[in-house]
């Protein structure tokens, strides 16, 4: 295990921001997960998790043991003459495995093609993309709590997913680590293109899972900044859900209001169109702003500072809460 002393994790966060770990260590075999437990027990210094840290917002500096997930690896468990079951070790990088499963005739995680991060990332926050979450499609989650040593399953029902959410977001799972994930994928595609992009895009045209892919590359290529040009970590806040009456409410005073009705009656907002309403496209706070072109979206404008992103976080919720009466939450997760 090798151990670096001071680390800036500049490199490993998809916002850019300056932030010293005062350890970091790269794991890339499950048979070091005893050792790192014992050198947090001696240094009494907790574990962080990073994968592609690219839901992260960091601090300057992290009392803590930063942990780059590097474990890699796939394999077929089960096949039958419909599915297949895939165990994916949590390091490998999700959009290359999106891709390598296509190429490999296994079909349902398309809508999600180009999501950065890792495939480890992806339960946390149950991704989703162009009508699709993951859990549709995970079976089991297999871990390694740092706390009591031992290793653990959780079945998709006891991971407790929900949009944007799931158990390994609540404190009991603090000290959980994913090491890998298994997905149950179709032989035969089944390609859901109802979300409105993908609906005009296909309309009258068959949609493979390979097409599905690459028009979904393509949008989100068109929608969201480049990472690698302009630091970001996708959308700043969820969609909020309100009732059926908020929305009647909120329709006299905004008649194109945008709202997707939910199995449990209640109604999901667009957060990017109530922020570009309030005339935060292109605001710049300090170091920071919303992105020009897509108001959901918040950019390090080079040298971003961490109370920046806190102080504009703080306008955009107080001016959605005065005037809408909509409470905004951040999806990425702050260290
Ligand atoms: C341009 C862009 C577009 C995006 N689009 C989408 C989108 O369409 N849909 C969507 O849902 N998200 C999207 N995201 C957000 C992000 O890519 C996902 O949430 C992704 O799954 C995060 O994975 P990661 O490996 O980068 O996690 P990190 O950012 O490294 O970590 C996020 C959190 O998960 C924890 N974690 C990570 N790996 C593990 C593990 N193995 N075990 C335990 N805990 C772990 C970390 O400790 C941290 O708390 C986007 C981000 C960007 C930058």
């Not at 096949?79 to 297949?84: A, Y």
């Not at 806190?310 to 990425?332: H, K, T």
Request: with cysteine; proline share 4%; net charge neutral.
């Amino acid at each position: 295990m090798n151990v670096q002393v001071d680390f800036n994790l500049l490199p490993f966060n998809t916002f850019k921001l300056n932030s010293v770990a005062r350890y970091f260590v790269e794991l890339t075999s499950e048979a070091e997960l005893a050792e790192l437990t014992k050198f947090s027990k001696d240094k009494k210094l907790p574990i962080r998790i990073l994968g592609g840290g690219s839901n992260l917002i960091l601090p300057e500096k992290i009392e803590a043991i930063v942990v780059k997930n590097v474990l890699m690896g796939t394999r077929v468990l089960m096949e039958t003459s419909d599915t297949v079951l895939i165990s994916c070790a949590s390091g490998m990088n999700w959009h290359q495995f999106v891709m390598s499963t296509i190429a490999n005739g296994h079909f349902g995680l398309e809508n999600l093609a180009l999501i950065p991060g890792t495939v480890g990332g992806a339960p946390i926050q149950n991704i989703g993309a162009y009508g699709i979450e993951v859990n549709r499609f995970i079976t089991q989650v297999h871990g390694y709590d740092f706390e009591t040593g031992s290793t653990k399953t959780l079945t998709t029902n006891e991971c407790q997913f929900d949009y944007r959410h799931s158990i390994f977001k609540t404190p009991a799972y603090k000290n959980f680590f994913i090491t890998s994930v298994d997905f149950q994928l179709l032989k035969k595609a089944n390609p859901v293109v109802t979300y409105a992009e993908l609906a005009h895009a296909f309309s009258g045209k068959t949609a493979t899972a390979g097409l599905v892919a690459e028009k979904v590359i393509e949008v989100r290529q068109k929608k969201l900044p480049d990472v690698a040009v302009i630091p970001n970590v996708g959308s700043f806040f969820k969609n909020p859900l309100v009732t059926a009456q908020q929305v009647d409410q909120l329709k006299k005073s905004t008649p194109d209001l945008v709202s997707y009705p939910q199995p449990d009656g209640r109604f999901k907002l667009a957060a990017g169109q109530l922020i570009d309403k309030l005339g935060f496209k292109g605001h710049k706070q300090g170091s920071v702003g919303m992105y020009e072109k897509q108001a959901l979206v918040m950019v390090n404008l080079g040298n971003g500072r961490r109370e920046d992103v806190v102080a504009l976080v703080e306008r955009v919720q107080q001016a959605c809460l005065s005037v809408y009466g909509v409470s905004l939450e951040v999806e990425p997760i702050f260290w």
